[in-house]
């Protein structure tokens, strides 16, 4: 019987769910008093007025474009197959730890609002970061500067979903 050789994808993907497990037993082992504490605390939804979204856009773009600097950086380098599995464990992670506080907080209910959370910025981001994760698997590394304008692009797409429709989203439904 031949074993079959893990290909990156299987990597990340293993790395993803191996982080999803180490957030979860966090969560349950470590952070229970912190989950429950942040069930007290009361929801604050609301949508922002035109001078608060724009500093809450510009505040989001920072971060998401300094993560894709990151990221472009990370695929560039001789290690990145490591990287972006680091990194995917790191997503797992804190996926499980939100969807861990979502549950605690919402009950049944904590899915839905994990995903509502998430929906529709994280097509984009994860667009973009499925872009990157394809350029760090290459062999051959080069700089892709008009791609990576591109790519900014999305980020600022993705960062203006986050502030301005997914309040809409998240009201509609919670």
Do not use: H
């Amino acid at each position: 019987m031949q074993v079959k050789k893990w290909r990156y994808q299987d990597w990340l993907a293993f790395s993803f769910g191996f982080g999803v497990l180490l957030g979860t037993a966090a969560v349950r082992f470590f952070g229970w008093p912190v989950v429950l504490e942040q069930v007290r605390q009361p929801e604050q939804a609301a949508f922002p007025d035109r001078w608060e979204a724009l500093r809450l856009f510009c505040v989001v773009f920072r971060c998401r474009f300094l993560q894709l600097t990151a990221g472009w950086l990370m695929g560039m380098t001789v290690c990145s197959v490591p990287l972006f599995c680091m990194t995917a464990a790191y997503g797992g992670l804190s996926a499980a730890v939100t969807l861990s506080l979502l549950t605690a907080r919402k009950g049944m209910l904590g899915l839905p609002a994990f995903l509502i959370g998430l929906f529709p910025q994280w097509i984009i981001y994860g667009a973009v970061w499925w872009i990157l994760a394809s350029w760090a698997s290459g062999t051959q590394k080069r700089v892709r500067l008009g791609a990576f304008l591109l790519l900014i692009l999305f980020t600022a797409c993705g960062a203006g979903a986050e502030i301005l429709v997914n309040p809409i989203f998240s009201a509609y439904f919670f």
